[in-house]
């Protein structure tokens, strides 16, 4: 539900369970943000520090988000989504306040994941930025991460980015984005889970989902969510003429891929 103008904050519905694929990733996040709130003193003793932020990036539609909600869900944390863009809004603004206000609102509703999409965005020509009198505000956003990392207890910060390479060193520093998570386009296997996790709601018949993990190499979760859009569109059609519900078939999902190609290819 709408919590105002700016960010959405919500109780995920979703866990690791519903995401696809993505062994190593949720391995990674479980280990580098969810183990260390769960057993903060056995991190300490070994002379791990918990706190940071988490930066996941890779190309698009490859559950970056979808990942950052369900790690919410995992712990049973609200999400809040901040697009970049509510961020450079609130420059032109009254900034400084509503970035303040926005982490104070994730401190206050802790267990919480503060999810910062597009990060690069503003992290990206600081100098064009400086010039433009936005660098106070990309200062501040370091300063509220550093606060975050002081006193880090069940607040969790993830960025996401397609171009790493344009973020400002500066957030990557210690107890900022320190740490980086690949998220890859998903292999033949990890395809056949998410198609399997997609359709597992709807009528289904006679899928073969290795044959169609196999025939839709290079694309992204997202993709393999659009394809089963289609399909689920042109069957409904069908029933809807017959007046009878009919099931999805492979035939549809193949016809579907042919329809709408992959998108991560170049990456
Ligand atoms: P962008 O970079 O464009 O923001 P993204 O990497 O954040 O992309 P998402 O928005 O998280 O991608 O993914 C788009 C949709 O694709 C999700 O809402 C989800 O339905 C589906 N999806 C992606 N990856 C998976 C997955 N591993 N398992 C299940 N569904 C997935």
């Known amino acids: 539900d709408e919590t105002g103008k700016v960010f959405l904050l919500e109780k995920p519905d979703i866990n690791f369970s519903d995401v696809g694929g993505m062994e190593r990733e949720k391995q990674e996040i479980d280990l580098k943000i969810i183990k260390p709130l769960q057993f903060p003193e056995l991190y300490k003793a070994y002379g791990k520090k918990a706190g940071g932020g988490i930066l996941l990036y890779g190309p698009p539609g490859c559950g970056k988000t979808y990942l950052a909600k ?11 989504n901040v697009g970049i863009h509510d961020v ?22 802790k267990p919480c994941v503060l999810f910062f999409d597009e990060v690069d965005a503003l992290g990206a020509n600081r ?14 956003f370091l300063s509220e991460m550093d606060g975050i990392a002081a006193d880090n207890e069940n607040l969790l910060i993830i960025g996401a980015t397609n171009a790493p390479w344009h973020l400002d060193p500066a957030f990557r520093r210690p107890g900022r984005f320190d740490r980086i998570i690949f998220v890859e386009p998903p292999n033949t296997q990890g395809r056949e889970d998410i198609l399997q996790l997609q359709l597992k709601d709807k009528p289904v018949a006679n899928v073969d989902y ?3 993990a196999k025939a839709t190499t290079g694309y992204s979760g997202a993709d393999l969510k659009a394809i089963i859009d289609i399909a689920v569109e042109e069957k409904l059609l069908e029933a809807l003429q017959k007046g009878v519900q009919l099931p999805i078939t492979q035939k549809e999902l193949l016809k579907a891929a ?4 992959a998108t991560t290819r170049e990456w």
């Open 88 to 109: 450079l809004d609130m420059w032109i603004g009254n900034s400084e306040k509503n970035l303040h206000s926005l982490f104070e609102l994730a401190r206050q509703c």
């Open 70 to 80: 369900a790690t919410a869900g995992q712990i049973q944390a609200e999400f809040i």
């Open 127 to 140: 100098n064009t930025m400086r010039s433009s009198g936005a660098s106070h505000l990309i200062n501040q």
């Open 258 to 261: 042919k329809t709408h190609k």
């Open 210 to 212: 290795a044959a169609l």
